[in-house]
């Protein structure tokens, strides 16, 4: 079966998952999308066991014919970032842009080196002699919260204004430099030649400064081609360009797709939405882009589900898995509480900020295509034949589901409470005035 008909049949279960959860559940769709899948590749798992169907080894071959790292990093993830950037209001990013930066780039840079260290002592405690570079690039690649998970779960829950401003600029944007960050740290573990402070400093600046240019540069002009015709499907023809040639010309010339991404999505439903559209097209732009951004994270969060039938889970993967979800949520709290001590120097903020900024902060398919980037074949257990990709990629597993499932479920009462919070910080403030 070809990799076209593959996908056509996972849109097609996404969907009917997705149908059923709105008539007899009140899942978030995608949370009910990752659950139903997991569910159906955990039957194929036990049917295959207890010799009641071979499906196993069919369904197997069908996930490693569709390559989910080249699907999501050289393929979607453009339109959801620039569907991600569409929706954010600069105004409210212009009042958080400090706090936005420091958490996408500070605090990602703390948990990256957190986590990488911390995992490091408590592997070599359980006897798992994991490099500290492996451990390293496990933090980069998981530090980062993912765009695609918190926009598509939290910003729908309608936050306060500044939380959501912060979690939503926060993801569009670690995610761009958490990719920066994550290949500078896989070019000095896989590199050939030996890393130099200028060398990784101007990958760094190359891959981040380049990308905010061009998404700047492919904003400009795609703004200009939208105001220069008044054909309403031509204009909305013409966003698709940015995550399509626009996307992957960033990636032949080396800079960052996902920051430019967001940057001309950020112009486009800033700038041109007002002076460029018709008055058809804007009204229709949202619309557009929402059925875009829901079709494309069903089959994602689908995929994130049925890739439990690529693991053959061993001990030692239990155990790492078990060290990893404490210890990324420790990451998180800290870099995020150790911000706010900054922040709070300046400015009032609602009390729930940081319980939901590290709760709210999910992981998804972003970190799982960057583990499966791993080269394998570099044994850290020779005798079991447990590779260093194994390692990584079952710790992301267990972090990716545990935060779409239980966070992304259970983060509902902690927003209501902050609303109460907010209303009566208002009151505070009207009666003092």
Not at 13 to 33: D, E, H, P, Y
Not at 282 to 300: Q, S, T
Request: hydrophobic fraction near 55%; charge should be negative; charged fraction near 15%.
């Amino acid at each position: 079966m070809s990799v076209y008909y593959t996908l056509c049949f996972l849109s097609a279960a996404a969907m009917i998952i997705a149908f059923f959860n709105s008539k007899i559940g009140n899942m978030q769709t995608t949370i009910a999308i990752t659950a139903g899948s997991m569910l159906l590749s955990l039957i194929i798992l036990v049917a295959g066991q207890n010799n009641w169907f071979h499906l196993t080894q069919i369904a197997r071959t069908t996930m490693t014919s569709i390559n989910f790292e080249d699907f999501l990093l050289k393929g979607i993830l453009g339109f959801l970032l620039f569907a991600g950037g569409l929706g954010i209001k600069l105004p409210n990013l212009k009042d958080q842009k400090w706090e936005i930066a420091i958490l996408a780039l500070g605090a990602t840079l703390f948990s990256t080196f957190f986590i990488g260290f911390c995992l490091y002592g408590l592997c070599n405690l359980v006897g798992i002699h994991l490099d500290l570079i492996y451990c390293l690039l496990f933090g980069a690649l998981i530090s980062p919260t993912d765009p695609i998970a918190v926009l598509a779960i939290v910003k729908k829950l309608n936050a306060p204004k500044r939380i959501s401003t912060q979690i939503e600029g926060e993801s569009l944007f670690n995610d761009g430099f958490g990719l920066v960050i994550f290949v500078t740290i896989f070019t000095i573990a896989f590199g050939k030649e030996a890393p130099t402070f200028g060398s990784v400093a101007g990958l760094f600046l190359h891959e981040a400064i380049g990308g905010i240019v061009y998404g700047f540069v492919l904003g400009l002009i795609f703004h200009y081609l939208i105001s220069a015709t008044n054909d309403h499907s031509m204009e909305l023809l013409l966003t698709i360009g940015i995550p399509t040639a626009g996307f992957v010309f960033a990636d032949v010339i080396h800079v960052s797709g996902p920051l430019a991404m967001v940057v001309s999505g950020i112009m486009i439903g800033n700038w041109t939405r007002f002076i460029g559209f018709s008055k058809e097209s804007e009204e229709h732009l949202d619309h557009f882009w929402e059925l875009v951004d829901e079709f494309l994270n069903g089959v994602l969060f689908l995929l994130i589900g049925m890739s439990m039938l690529l693991f053959k889970f061993h001990v030692e993967d239990w155990i790492v898995m078990a060290i990893a979800v404490p210890l990324v949520l420790s990451g998180r709290y800290l870099s995020v509480l150790v911000s706010y001590v900054g922040f709070k120097r300046f400015r009032n903020y609602n009390p729930w900020s940081v319980r939901i900024l590290t709760w709210g902060g999910l992981r998804g398919g972003l970190a799982l295509a960057m583990a499966l980037s791993i080269p394998s074949g570099i044994l850290v257990i020779p005798e079991k034949l447990i590779d260093v990709k194994e390692l990584v990629l079952v710790m992301t597993y267990a972090v990716v589901v545990f935060s779409i499932l239980i966070q992304g479920s259970t983060i509902t009462p902690m927003i209501d409470k902050a609303k109460i919070a907010e209303k009566d910080m208002h009151y505070k403030i009207d009666a003092e005035q």
